[in-house]
């Protein structure tokens, strides 16, 4: 995969997800909800495509470090929703009659958060299942990071617990890989 959409890809994602929606509803400015969503879906289609198959050498690493910066940039979008969603159900309990449309509001919007946290995750899935593959990862730790990455928060101290073992990883291996390519080659049948 090019190196280019590597980067751009995740990059793509969190334009797009400050670009509209609820900022259009609140401060007036991006796109409205329906190309929002549009949008959206095919960045997050896009992305969770370049998680699955990127299969470079560096992958299980970088793979980590998109999932940590995608879930850190996130954070502000989740408050957001967050205080939008409790501001339009406090209004909604409020007015007589209304209440019974909140988990129409509200629910669709937290399933929204939802469904970008577990696109942003599919870079911690990628990641986790490639590492296990190498060895870099036991496949127990492995699938514990994949599990978290379900759950709303604790997704986001996986990735970063995640990106600083597959590091750690990283720069064990390498030395192990250049001390191995150094050494001399042994004929393992005993003929020059």
């Not at 490639?130 to 997704?155: E, Y």
């Amino acid at each position: 995969m090019y190196k280019v959409v590597r980067i751009a890809l995740p990059l793509i994602f969190i334009a797009t997800v400050y670009s509209g929606g609820p900022f259009y509803d609140l401060f007036g400015w991006g796109t409205n909800w329906p190309t929002w969503g549009t949008l959206l879906l095919l960045v997050v289609i896009a992305n969770i495509l370049c998680a699955c198959f990127d299969r470079a050498e560096d992958s299980p690493h970088r793979l980590a470090f998109w999932d940590l910066v995608l879930k850190l940039c996130m954070i502000p979008f989740y408050t957001l929703i967050f205080l939008y969603a409790t501001g339009i159900a406090t209004i909604m309990f409020v007015i007589p009659g209304l209440f019974l449309a909140a988990p129409f509001v509200v629910v669709p919007l937290l399933a929204m958060s939802y469904v970008l946290m577990l696109a942003t995750s599919s870079y911690g899935f990628a990641a986790s299942i490639r590492a296990a593959k190498r060895g870099l990862l036991p496949g127990s730790l492995a699938a514990l990071h994949i599990a978290l990455h379900f759950l709303a928060v604790a997704d986001f101290f996986s990735a970063a617990v995640l990106y600083l073992q597959l590091r750690g990883a990283n720069k064990a291996h390498k030395p192990s890989a250049e001390a191995s390519a150094g050494a001399p080659h042994q004929n393992p049948t005993g003929i020059q």
